[in-house]
C-alpha cells in the first residue's frame, strides 16, 4: 500500500495535526475519504484542520490551512491498516465521505476508531439491493418495497416472475450499482429464460410512471425532508437525463406522504445521522422504494436544493459530524424553482464542441458545463458516464425551469465524427 501525502509540507501538516490533538490546543481534524473540488472548498469554510485521503481514481484536491493529504486505496484490505496506524494517530473527529466508493470505508474507519456514524452493515444494507428489500420485509415494511427475487439464473427468475400477478414487466439490474448502469426492463418471462448466471442481479417488479428523489438529513434518527426532485430519463433506457426541484407533479398532500414513507424506510435500514438520497415511485396512492443511499444525491441535485431551500446538503454533511450543526431550511426560497438537464452526443470522436450562452427570459443560467473536448470519444448512451455535458438553470416555476434547461441542453453542441 502507498501511502504519501502532499509535497513539499505533507509530513511536516501531518506532525502539526498530531501535535495539536495531542496537545490538547484543538481537536483532531476531519477525515475526508474521496473529496472533488467542491467538497475541498466546503471543508475549507469550516475553520478547522482536515486530512485528505484520495483514492487511485480521485485528484489531488486543493486546500489551504491545517490540511494533510494522503493517498491509499480505501477499497483495499489494507485500508485498514492505515487506519490502525496513520489515521488512529490522529484521533479525527469524524470520518466522512459524500462519494459513494468511499462510504463503506469511511463507516469502517469510524467503528474502528469509536467514532459515531453510520454503521458498515447499514451501508451494505443499502448498497446491495436484495439485503435493502429484505431488511424492510424483515423489519415490517414490505409496503415500501415492490415484489423481489434473487434468482441464481435466468431459468429460476422466468419461474419466479410468473408466479406474480399481471403485468410481467420486471427490471433487471445488478444487486449493487450505480449511475443505471445494467438496467434492464424485461417485458417478458421468456426473455428472462435466455439469461445464464445471475447471482449478481435482482429481479423486481416494474412501476411504471414518474420516479422521483427525496432529499433527507437525519440528526440522531430524526429526518428533515429538505427537498424532492422530478427525474426525466431518457426514452430507450434508465439513463437520467434531468431533476427539477420542486417535484411539479406532486401535492403537498403527496409531499406529506412521502415524508412520512421516507422516514419509516430510513427508520427500517438503521440510517439515524447525515444525508440521504432515496429514490422512489408512487403506485396506487403509496410510495414504492427504487433504492436509497446514505449520501447526499449526485447528479448535482444538492445544487438544486441549494438554489431552493438554501439548505446546502454537502456543508451539512460534512459540518455536521464535527459539532457545526444543521442550517435551518430558508423561509423564503432563493428561487422558486431549478433544474439540471444533460446534454447527449452522438457517438464518436469529439470534433468540436459549443456551449449555449443565453437563455429566455425570466430564466437564469447558474451554470454550463461540457464533459468533453476535441479527441475525446463519446460513446453510446447506456449509462449517466456517457453524458456529454449539463446546465443548470433557476426560473419561475419546475415546469419553466425545466424546459428552460432542456432546450439549453440541446443547444450543448457537441460534433463527433467515426472512429478511424
Given amino acids: 500500500m502507498v501511502v504519501s501525502a502532499v509535497r513539499p509540507m505533507s ?69 485498514l491498516d492505515f487506519v490502525g496506524t496513520t489515521l488512529a494517530q490522529l484521533k479525527p473527529r469524524a470520518v466522512v465521505a459524500l462519494s459513494e466508493a468511499g462510504l463503506w470505508p469511511a463507516a469502517l474507519a469510524n467503528e474502528l476508531l469509536g467514532l459515531p456514524g453510520t454503521s458498515p452493515e447499514t451501508v451494505v444494507t443499502l448498497c446491495d439491493k436484495v439485503l435493502m428489500r429484505s431488511t424492510l420485509v424483515r423489519n415490517g415494511a414490505s409496503d415500501l418495497s415492490v415484489r423481489f427475487a434473487e434468482p441464481s439464473d435466468g431459468r429460476q427468475a422466468a419461474e419466479l416472475v410468473s408466479s406474480w400477478p399481471a403485468p410481467l414487466e420486471v427490471i433487471l ?28 442481479a435482482i429481479v423486481e417488479e416494474y412501476i411504471p410512471g414518474q420516479e422521483y428523489s427525496a432529499e433527507t438529513f437525519s440528526v440522531d434518527g430524526s429526518h428533515r425532508l429538505v427537498a424532492v426532485a422530478e427525474k426525466r ?3 430507450d433506457s434508465f439513463v437520467e437525463l434531468g431533476h427539477v426541484v420542486p417535484a411539479p407533479s406532486l401535492s403537498d398532500q403527496d409531499i406529506a406522504m412521502v415524508e412520512a414513507a421516507v422516514s419509516r424506510f430510513l427508520d427500517a435500514v438503521d440510517l439515524r445521522d447525515g444525508a440521504a438520497h432515496t429514490e422512489f415511485k408512487i403506485d396506487n396512492g403509496s410510495v414504492k422504494i427504487i433504492e436509497s443511499h446514505n449520501r447526499m444525491a449526485g447528479d448535482d441535485i444538492s445544487v438544486l436544493v441549494r438554489l431552493v431551500t438554501g439548505f446546502d446538503l454537502m456543508q451539512a454533511s460534512i459540518g455536521w459530524p464535527v459539532g457545526q450543526g444543521v442550517p435551518p431550511l430558508l423561509p423564503t426560497p432563493v428561487a422558486e424553482a431549478a433544474a439540471i438537464a444533460f446534454a447527449v452526443a452522438p457517438p464518436g470522436l469529439v470534433k468540436s464542441v459549443t456551449l449555449p450562452t443565453e ?6 443560467i447558474e451554470e454550463v458545463a461540457g464533459y468533453v473536448g476535441p479527441g475525446d470519444l463519446v460513446r453510446a448512451l447506456t449509462s449517466s458516464s456517457d453524458r456529454a455535458g449539463h446546465v443548470i438553470v433557476t426560473g419561475p416555476s419546475a415546469e419553466s425551469a425545466m424546459a428552460a434547461a432542456e432546450q439549453l441542453a440541446a443547444q450543448i453542441d457537441v460534433q463527433t465524427m467515426p472512429v478511424p
Fill in 11 to 79: 509530513a511536516e501538516k501531518h506532525k502539526r495535526l498530531q501535535e495539536m490533538t495531542n496537545s490538547g490546543a484543538a481537536e483532531g481534524p476531519l477525515v475526508i475519504l474521496g473529496a472533488n473540488a467542491r467538497v475541498a472548498g466546503a471543508a475549507g469554510r469550516l475553520g478547522c484542520p482536515v486530512a485528505y485521503v484520495q483514492g487511485p481514481d480521485d485528484s489531488r484536491v486543493e486546500s489551504a490551512g491545517d490540511t494533510a493529504q494522503y493517498f491509499v486505496d480505501y477499497a483495499s484490505p489494507e485500508f
Fill in 233 to 235: 430519463v431518457a426514452p
Fill in 359 to 364: 437563455a429566455a427570459p425570466g430564466i437564469r
Fill in 173 to 200: 439490474k445488478p444487486r449493487s450499482g450505480t449511475g443505471s448502469r445494467g438496467v434492464e426492463l424485461i417485458r417478458s418471462p421468456a426473455q428472462l429464460e435466455q439469461r445464464g448466471d445471475l447471482t449478481a
